[in-house]
T-cell receptor
Framework: AQSVAQPEDQVNVAEGNPLTVKCTYS??????LFWYVQYPNRGLQFLLK??????LVKGSYGFEAEFNKSQTSFHLKKPSALVSDSALYFC????????????FGAGTRLAVHP | DGGITQSPKYLFRKEGQNVTLSCEQN?????MYWYRQDPGQGLRLIYY???????QKGDIAEGYSVSREKKESFPLTVTSAQKNPTAFYLC???????????FGSGTRLTVV
């Protein structure tokens, strides 16, 4: 079965420190991977995606993610966290032939402390 | 500007009432989706539509209904059969597998 796991409900990090939000997936076929961010009472905003090519993908607001096929992971990273990065982050996957039906992880709440 | 618009932003429903949430997009996307989000939780798929005049049930379709008469519009009706409708509802549209989704800003429905 196709699935996405975000193993941490919450990640806490101090401002200025690097952050990582983890995502692993299980799909058949070639995965297309996405990260979205949600601020309170708002819709989800697209951050970045991996379709093919370079395994390191750069996205909005200084975020990046690395596709690791052998570990079936797509962790979100940022070298230096900001308090304004505090939000709910969702990883999502669709496989080629999946008719654009994204499968979302449960979400990880990122809290960046001053 | 192209985008996806949900209205109203806040909606209050009395017990036993049906209410309809609006979702309109001008992105020319074929696919549209409705999700429910409960406090502190992830997204659960209610219904989706890959093309006009066609739609499929998602994981939690009971107590909800949809229509897709126009490409631009995908309204969701929360019926009285939905026993716990208080939640945040998100609409999304998609252009194809490579592109992911564009989300609306959501409707918060509260039963009073």
């Amino acid at each position: 079965a196709q699935s996405v796991a975000q193993p941490e409900d919450q990640v806490n990090v101090a401002e200025g420190n690097p952050l990582t939000v983890k995502c692993t997936y299980s799909v058949s076929g070639n995965p297309y991977l996405f990260w979205y961010v949600q601020y309170p009472n708002r819709g989800l905003q697209f951050l970045l995606k991996y379709i093919t090519g370079d395994n390191l993908v750069k996205g909005s607001y200084g975020f990046e993610a690395e596709f690791n096929k052998s570990q079936t992971s797509f962790h979100l990273k940022k070298p230096s966290a900001l308090v304004s990065d505090s939000a709910l982050y969702f990883c999502a996957v669709v496989f080629s032939g999946g008719y654009n039906k994204l499968i979302f992880g449960a979400g990880t709440r990122l809290a960046v402390h001053p | 500007d192209g985008g996806i618009t949900q209205s109203p932003k806040y909606l209050f429903r009395k017990e036993g009432q049906n209410v309809t949430l609006s979702c309109e997009q001008n992105l020319n996307h074929d696919a549209m989706y409705w999700y429910r989000q409960d406090p502190g939780q992830g997204l659960r798929l209610i219904y989706y539509s890959q093309i006009v005049n066609d739609f499929q049930k998602g994981d939690i379709a009971e107590g909800y209904s949809v229509s897709r008469e126009k490409k631009e519009s995908f309204p969701l009706t929360v019926t009285s059969a939905q026993k716990n409708p208080t939640a945040f509802y998100l609409c999304a549209s998609g252009a194809g597998t490579n592109y992911g989704y564009t989300f609306g800003s959501g409707t918060r429905l509260t039963v009073v």
